[in-house]
């Protein structure tokens, strides 16, 4: 398995993190139509520039780590579920390439009822209720996993509700739809969650880095008893093990994306779910620890990466989920007999 | 009657009516909360004579003992008192002018500390100096009758409110570090004096930066000998704990009930990995009322970093346990614009208790350095 | 409550300690006929000293600290949970005193069957197998916790099988009795156990801080890169982090000491259990790291301290039992509603 | 035929026989097993071209990629192929030759390497430098066409196996840490050569004091130029670990299963407590394997001491889970003298994982350095 990314990558990687440093206002629009991101990995024939994930990847991962609050993860989550052979989703993907439409995944609460799409003459009706709907406050078209498939809503057809966020860079909505007009733009729900999934792991691997790069910056520069900090051992050490966290969320994210295309997606997602929203979890509460008292101040950014990393540690899958989930993988007989490697 | 009785008495007698309203408020992560009528309940504290019950009775006080001043704390906490607002001149202060203050310095302060009237705060740290507190900026030059007070103090809580404050300021030029420091009390309320608050990651305020540009105080104000700042600071730092630590315990207990609702009602206490978590939480919660008993008033000189090291770190922990019994609800937060809930304040303020009032960091120096023996830093 | 030792506990103290850094042999009998350690708690009637379960703890902690391969807490355990209103009891209890018997313990595996106790005319006859009894290879006596009280068994009457221990330094036996004769020493088998685990909690409070003891020696002795190990700031705070647990450790397992005449005994000695075996394994844990290499030599004491935690923390109950047990007490109403406090 | 096809077809034909009695034994922690067995079966392995296959064909290697070379260690570690014995040879001594020694060394000791003809162990660590590499005191002499090799090294694996050690020592009296130092090749079996064993908390041993009392070597038998030692021997250090990495955890699958198994007959995979935890235990393995298949061979300088930091913490985990699934019978051995179940010897061993082979202060340290900048010390 190659990891690498190659020459054109890491441009594009150079060059979203050159317009997220501007802090340029519209930021969004410049990111559709300078950059295109929303079209990385739509196919050509639907106007797209038809990347791989990996590109899309390299974008979310930057713009976590600039906690940029534009609806780009859940518009890329959005067109990287829906099948382009569906004529509606070859219709959806065109605007989402063309940066016209923002999109975002919708999944019913885990605990309450599914969402039902039921056949009405050429269309479909959708039925139930979506939360924590990520972006839901920008997105125009909820592309919402049902038990019967991935149907693509307009989101003025759904009763919203936009909630305000502990992560105040990204909002959250609930919709209600009643027998709202739907389009089917994939056969199944499946591959929908562990393409959030992964990207929100991506997404904290750059929320990580970041975080603890403020960190570091602080130690460098911040004298304490007559000393930079970042002389102190203590202080090292913990930076060293916040690397260390932060080097294994990039390679369970990274290997994640690398195998979207196998079988072993659903179960690399989730793991990567967990070790990466975890990891992200503690290196972003470790770094208001090592910035001492400007660490919890609203001014600062460390509380915003901290609440971004809360954020994407309890959505779409709490690690107490994850782990149920992947009970089976780690335990596959009942008997506990398993085969070596 | 015994005290006890008496103290929880009279709390459920007074804490009614208009005080009704302030049960659980105020405290850590919440000094926001109902300021001026918390103030005006610390009046009827004081005119109970529950202020300064444990000063001697030659400055005013009841002259109690340890366990009869821990009593009140716990039956405070246990009626949901609110958090104190004269607390740093009850706590901080007038130990410290019972120790190194002169008979004046008491008659004039410690009367209206213990009715209420004036409220003190803290200036020690400075903006860039993080925990090292001997890095003191703020200078101070005698001028006559008075001193003159110029430079910037940090994460000064209740400044806002506080009538007194007692800086530490250098006081001979050019001195260094430990030396040249006096002990000065400035009153807030002049011209020279600028309280701007610290927002914090809850969105709330409780901490300052307090701005000295020429403030003026009595030359009378200071505490020891000019110089001698260090001593009379270090002297009484040890106060800022211990006593209070088993109400605050009783608080723990409340915040952890409320989490076993929670995760009783969203039916996750038949899961034994939620249960044992939470009987983990318990039996941290247990361990931290075992250290207090048997380090209250021991002299023993690493118990007070033990204390905070330890329920610091179990608070935090206890932070996270509130948003995960949520689950994702714990991510949207009460109400526009900012308003949290119980479990995402104590998820976020924890994250300071770690910090203020002598960092984890500051606190594993102090016990190696008794353990090891000093190092050159830290 | 008063957690402070009398001038004469504190005497206790340093005499055991004066003998334990002895290594005189035989210990055991200076233990017994010098000290008279198996007698401090024993009524004076009975030939002992009368004194409390603090002298016993003091004795226990300290021969924990040393590792002495003595059989005293065995001894004073059983001692303790005799009640001398029995004819039977008070006789054992004098032979204890004297320091002509060795006791011990005896429970049946939690997971199997109870050991019983059948009438049989005047005596009684017990029936079961008794497992992990500690110092099992030297008792002459074994008290046995049936489901109808606790009886005084001769181990001459028991099939004995003394197994190899991973800790070196504590014989356990497994004790199969097939109608063994017995005497009736306690209405019940009630308080046993919580003495052996809060005697077990104290010896780990003695075995941690002579771990950590070691620990510090060298840090303060050896030189690594030019400078001493103690100046070492990474391993200065984790010697404060060990600090912490044993400090931990010793209030838990004190407490635990100060309330055995209370009903909060049994939550007490479990609670003081899973604190101070899970501290003391850390510690010594951690000791054989900041002792580097020489830590995990068989020359070196640190693996039997470590050892010693180890079986402390998995006899008698382990953490994952303990926690169960104390799931009552910290969740007392299936409605989740407690009152405060 | 595939290189996997043709390694796994090897092993299952050559695995037999006396040496199925190998499979599963040696290896950390294990390397008192059946050596002299386990010696035979090296050179089975050298006599099929197992050995050397990443070294360059130029040297009489099979010029094999990374990937390749991984095949055959997770391949060997899927067939419960022993722990080697010539790996020290191959993959410490050979790269270091390779890269800085000269063509008649290479000629030399590449070739009975390969066919595991002679065995090395390295001299590297001294008594009371613990982590300090550079805290050398070992000194060689030159005397005529020979070094005198005089002094004490520590923590020398299969030393007593050994036919050569390769020894820093300090050549020039007086040079301080990293100079004066050269890369010595030394004869074990000399006279002024002892090995003594360290027996470690499990009982057994495979760690060695080795005592230099002038021990002689050719003049030639330097590798580098006097005086270059350290850059030699750094130069190669990181070849230590890395490919090994898959094929090792392909052995801490193992374990893994054998828990699980353990978990299952107990009743334990019932309680969502243990089943969490075990979940957690595989979870972390597999953030192993992705931590190697991202960085191996990327020549990122921290990836080493990330990657070991992280196998040897989950390690230890692991060795106590492996306990606690046991329970109260994991406190009992399984014979006398002092023989112990695979449980506690992983249990046991794991607590050296954190501290040999660079402990985990010296890869935090490293790191460190990377990520902030050097400092003075560590």
Redesign the interface.
């Known amino acids: 398995?190659d990891?690498?990314f190659t020459d054109e990558q890491e441009d594009l990687r150079a060059t979203v993190r050159r317009l997220l440093a501007k802090s340029d206002v519209p930021l969004w629009t410049k990111m559709v139509d300078e950059l295109g991101l929303t079209a990385l990995a739509i196919p050509e024939e639907h106007g797209g520039f038809g990347a791989s994930l990996v590109e899309v990847a390299i974008a979310v991962e930057e713009t976590g780590a600039a906690l940029a609050p534009v609806p780009l993860l859940a518009t890329v989550t959005a067109a990287a579920a829906v099948d382009p052979s569906t004529p509606a989703g070859a219709a959806l993907l065109s605007g989402l390439a063309a940066g016209s439409t923002v999109a975002a995944l919708a999944f019913p609460d885990p605990a309450g009822p599914a969402l039902t799409a039921t056949r009405d003459g050429d269309a479909y009706l959708v039925d139930g209720t979506a939360?924590?709907v990520l972006n839901g406050a920008d997105a125009d078209i909820a592309v919402v996993a049902t038990d019967s498939g991935l149907f693509a809503v307009p989101v003025a057809h759904a009763k919203r509700t936009v909630?305000?966020?502990?992560?105040?860079t990204r909002s959250?909505a609930t919709l209600v739809f009643e027998a709202a007009p739907a389009e089917r733009v994939g056969p199944s729900a499946g591959p929908a969650l562990s393409l959030l999934r992964a990207a929100l792991a991506v997404e904290s691997v750059g929320v990580a880095r970041a975080a603890l790069a403020a960190a570091?910056a602080h130690?460098?520069t911040?004298e304490?008893?007559?000393?930079p900090?970042?002389?102190?051992?203590?202080?090292?050490?913990r930076?060293?093990?916040l690397?260390?966290h932060v080097?294994?969320a990039?390679?369970?994210a990274?290997?994640a994306v690398r195998v979207a295309d196998t079988d072993e997606f659903d179960t690399a997602a989730t793991?990567a779910k967990?070790?990466a929203t975890d990891a992200a979890f503690e290196v972003t509460?470790e770094c208001?620890?090592l910035l001492?008292?400007i660490?919890?101040?609203?001014?600062h950014d460390?509380?915003r990466y901290?609440?971004r990393a809360?954020?994407n540690r309890?959505?779409?899958g709490?690690?107490?989920?994850l782990?149920?989930e992947?009970?089976p993988?780690?335990?596959p007989r009942?008997?506990?007999?398993?085969?070596?490697? | 009657m015994d005290f006890r009785t008496r103290v929880r008495d009279w709390l459920s007698a007074n804490l009614t009516g208009e005080f009704a309203a302030l049960a659980g408020t105020g405290g850590p992560g919440r000094e926001h909360e109902n300021v001026e009528l918390r103030a005006r309940w610390e009046k009827a504290l004081g005119a109970a004579g529950w202020i300064g019950l444990g000063w001697p009775a030659s400055h005013g006080g009841a002259g109690a003992d340890v366990a009869t001043q821990v009593a009140f704390f716990e039956e405070y906490a246990r009626a949901g008192g609110p958090g104190r607002l004269s607390h740093i001149g009850e706590y901080l202060l007038a130990p410290t002018l019972i120790a190194y203050g002169t008979k004046d310095q008491c008659d004039r302060f410690l009367p209206p500390i213990a009715r209420a009237e004036e409220f003190w705060c803290q200036g020690y740290?400075e903006p860039?100096?993080?925990?090292?507190l001997a890095?003191v900026q703020t200078r101070a030059e005698r001028d006559g009758d008075v001193w003159r007070v110029t430079g910037q103090k940090?994460?000064t809580s209740l400044a806002h409110l506080a009538d007194w404050c007692f800086v530490l300021a250098r006081t001979e030029p050019g001195s260094k570090r430990h030396t040249g420091l006096s002990y000065l009390l400035v009153p807030m309320r002049q011209p020279g004096v600028e309280v701007r608050p610290?927002?914090?990651?809850t969105?709330t305020s409780e901490?300052n930066e307090v701005f000295f540009d020429g403030a003026v105080t009595a030359a009378s104000n200071i505490v020891g000998a000019p110089g001698e700042g260090w001593r009379v600071a270090t002297g009484t730092l040890a106060f800022e704990r211990g006593i209070a630590t088993l109400g605050q315990q009783i608080g723990f207990a409340r915040e952890l009930d409320e989490i076993v609702t929670v995760a009783h009602d969203r039916g996750l206490l038949d899961d034994p990995?939620?249960s044992d978590r939470i009987v983990d939480a318990w039996v941290g919660l247990q361990a931290l009322r075992h250290q207090a008993l048997r380090t209250l008033g021991s002299g023993d000189g690493v118990a007070p970093s033990v204390a905070k090291l330890m329920w610091a770190t179990w608070h935090r922990r206890l932070g996270e346990l509130a948003?995960?019994v949520h689950?994702?609800a714990?991510?949207?937060?009460?109400?526009?614009?900012?308003?949290?809930s119980a479990a995402?304040r104590l998820?976020?303020f924890t994250?300071?208790d770690?910090?203020?009032g002598g960092?984890?960091?500051i606190q594993?120096n102090i016990i190696a350095n008794h353990v090891l023996g000093r190092s050159r830093?830290?």
């Open positions: 398995m990891f690498a939360v924590h909630h305000p966020t502990l992560d105040q959250q570091v130690l460098r911040r304490q008893f007559g000393a900090l970042a002389t102190f051992q203590a202080l090292r050490h930076v060293a093990d690397t260390v080097e294994a990039t390679s369970s990274w290997y793991i967990l070790v509460g208001i620890q001492g008292g660490g919890f101040t609203w001014e460390a509380h901290f609440k809360t954020a309890l959505l779409a709490t690690p107490a989920d782990r149920r992947l009970t993988a780690a335990l009942s008997t506990g007999v398993r085969g070596g490697g | 740290s860039g100096a993080g925990s090292d890095a940090v994460w610290i927002v914090q990651l969105g901490f990995a939620w948003m995960d689950g994702a714990a991510t949207l937060a009460d109400g526009e614009p900012y308003e949290l995402q998820f976020l994250r300071a770690t910090i203020y960092s984890n960091e594993r830093r830290g």
